[in-house]
């Protein structure tokens, strides 16, 4: 829009001044310059005038103008980031900031030369990894074509699970990374283990409080405002910190007699609650501990198990076994876990296991091991119930990828869930909240639940959309959902299962649902291998790479790819079997395949809910 002398208080000399800057200024610099007129004369005198002169001899105090652009970028693999960064950006947005939220997949890295401000959430994956969806970020950033950064302001909120050796390392590197090119961190960084909720509200604050320090004329309060982002989960409808107690339909095992395995099939109510969820969501459940563990715990440390312990920050105290038992985790032991009870005994032995150098030792100390084994380990102790209480995580849920839609079952959820056990160090351990639903809980008990929404592993929203499913064991939860709700919605893409397991007798689970989908459509290809059934092991990677020149010619048509299950070994040998797929069929170098199957992740052609 041209300015016009009969239009605006300007003189022709300023008017052509001005047509000669405006055009050429960006949006941030417009937005620069209103916010400057508004700082010297507020807004009611500009709303009134129209437009406000660009110089006011006698103010001779020098203006800031408020901080209004922001980014902030998450790298999420299961969504907990994401979530996170999503009410980072409406808390900003509320204070009337300008906020640019988008996923490190979806982001342009030679923006970052442009960026005053900028705060990243993200995820570590397994030992220490970037989640899928912050790789490219995550390789631009540590190569040499990342600029210099001397204009930026930055933040990270890092998550992870210190029960692994390299707990929030893809939030370290980014952190320190953006400090090597020339940033400056505007608060430091904050690392969150599983139970993030006080972690996350504390960073918030601290960015709101620093964002306080370079604004002028702002109204909000960083305190009051990150009050607000904590209280957010705990609002009225069923949450992660408000868990709803569902009460169990069904709980079936669906291995058959003779099995090395045991894989329940659980279906919860959820009528009343309000919650909803989609086909590649998780749900949240909270278990509680071993009775028998709790009580040798207790009795190993000679403790009374009706003193009064807290719970909380806000001061609830619950009985010493009921804390154990519902409140705090003592099957995984961590580093810093070990760090902290060295305070309370004298043992040389457990000060020289945490010396740097017996690093090797300490992992493979920690590995099948729990307080009680530390407990008899490393005494005498010299520590009140109270005192050790208070260096233990919270007890974190434990999510299960949901196996049904909630369009083919109205308020109910069905989930798949593998039980744990094992011998180690001279004991039977449990999986704490599998050996629960196994062993004690019954059609009509409640279990707390919420739902955990997984936005990067989703249906195509084209229900013409090929897709191809590769999830063995219970890796195959998350496809039975996806197919109940691609028949109860009449979507006619096609639909290829890839399944595997120990034995076809025993352990085909959910085989003649399978079954009756192969026959009416709603599952065009169904290929499984059974590793134990045949003399040379078969594993789900064989079947593809059998059917390859198919599988290649699918991917080619548009089909979605989904990998469900473990991430240690599945997940590594079917990307590799995918990179030579490509190779072979598609005559591509390992580095275009590669290259290939990036892109497919940005296109959200390649999803990943690994393990």
Not at 13 to 23: A, C, S, W
Not at 44 to 60: D, F, H, I, W, Y
Not at 175 to 190: F, I, K
Not at 513 to 519: M, T, Y
Request: hydrophobic content about 35%; some cysteine.
């Amino acid at each position: 829009m041209v300015l016009q002398v009969k239009n605006s208080p300007f003189d022709e000399e300023q008017v052509e001044l001005l047509n000669r800057l405006l055009p050429n200024t960006t949006e941030a610099q417009q937005i620069w310059l209103s916010g400057y007129l508004t700082a010297l004369y507020g807004s009611a005198a500009t709303a009134s005038a129209g437009v406000a002169v660009l110089e006011r001899p006698e103010a001779k105090t020098e203006q800031v103008v408020a901080v209004k652009e922001v980014t902030v970028l998450y790298g999420s693999q299961t969504g907990n980031s994401q979530g996170i960064a999503e009410e980072l950006s409406n808390k900003l947005k509320e204070q009337k900031f300008n906020v640019t939220l988008t996923s490190m997949s979806d982001f342009k890295p030679n923006a970052l030369k442009k960026i005053e401000h900028l705060f990243i959430v993200v995820s570590t994956q397994g030992e220490g990894d970037p989640p899928d969806t912050a790789i490219q970020f995550h390789e631009f950033l540590h190569s040499k074509r990342a600029p210099k950064l001397d204009q930026l302001r930055f933040s990270v909120l890092s998550l992870g699970d210190s029960s692994y050796e390299f707990f929030c390392q893809t939030g370290k590197e980014f952190d320190s990374r953006l400090e090597e090119l020339g940033a400056t961190r505007l608060t430091p960084r904050v690392d969150c283990d599983l139970d993030y909720d006080d972690s996350a509200a504390e960073w918030f604050e601290n960015v709101l409080s620093a964002l306080d320090e370079v604004t002028v004329g702002s109204a909000h309060s960083s305190h009051d405002s990150a009050a607000a982002f904590a209280s957010d989960a705990g609002q009225s409808t069923y949450s992660r910190t408000r868990p709803f107690q569902a009460e169990v339909f069904e709980n079936i095992n669906l291995n058959g007699r003779g099995s090395n395995k045991e894989t329940r099939h659980l279906e919860l109510s959820l009528e009343g609650s309000g919650l909803e969820y989609e086909p590649g969501d998780s749900l949240g459940i909270y278990p509680e501990n071993d009775g028998q563990l709790v009580d040798a715990l207790i009795q190993e440390a000679g403790w009374n198990p009706n003193e009064s312990i807290p719970i909380n920050k806000q001061g609830e105290r619950r009985s010493l076994r009921e804390a154990l038992l519902h409140h705090y985790e003592i099957t995984v032991l961590t580093k810093p876990l070990l760090e902290q009870a060295s305070q309370f005994t004298k043992s040389d032995t457990l000060r020289n296991l945490l010396k740097p150098e017996n690093a090797a030792e300490l992992r493979s100390y920690i590995v099948g091991r729990d307080l009680q084994d530390v407990l008899r380990d490393f005494g005498p102790w010299n520590v009140s119930a109270s005192e050790f209480v208070s260096i233990l995580r919270k007890l974190p849920a434990r999510l299960y990828s949901i196996a049904s839609s909630l369009q083919a079952n109205p308020d109910e959820v069905h989930v798949t869930v593998g039980v744990v056990r094992y011998e180690a160090h001279g004991r039977d351990r449990n999986g704490v909240c599998s050996v629960q639903l196994a062993e004690r809980v019954e059609p009509g008990d409640t279990l707390p639940v919420y739902i955990h929404k997984n936005p990067n592993f989703k249906l195509p929203e084209n229900p013409d959309t090929p897709i191809i499913m590769i999830g063995p064991g219970t890796g195959v939860a998350p496809f039975r959902s996806f197919l109940e709700e691609r028949e109860e919605t009449g979507a006619v893409g096609k639909s290829w299962l890839f399944f595997g397991d120990q034995h076809y007798v025993t352990d085909f689970l959910y085989q003649i649902e399978w079954q009756r989908w192969l026959k009416e459509g709603v599952l065009t290809k169904l290929d499984v291998a059974f590793s134990r059934d045949t003399d040379e092991k078969i594993y789900v990677q064989h079947r593809m790479q059998a059917h390859s020149r198919e599988l290649y010619q699918w991917i080619e048509d548009g089909a979605v790819l989904y990998v469900c299950g473990d991430e240690q070994y599945m997940a590594k040998d079917v990307h590799s079997t995918l990179i030579s797929i490509l190779e072979n069929e598609g005559g591509m170098s390992t580095e275009m395949a590669e290259a290939y199957l990036t892109k497919l992740q940005q296109q959200k052609r390649y999803q990943r809910d690994v393990y």
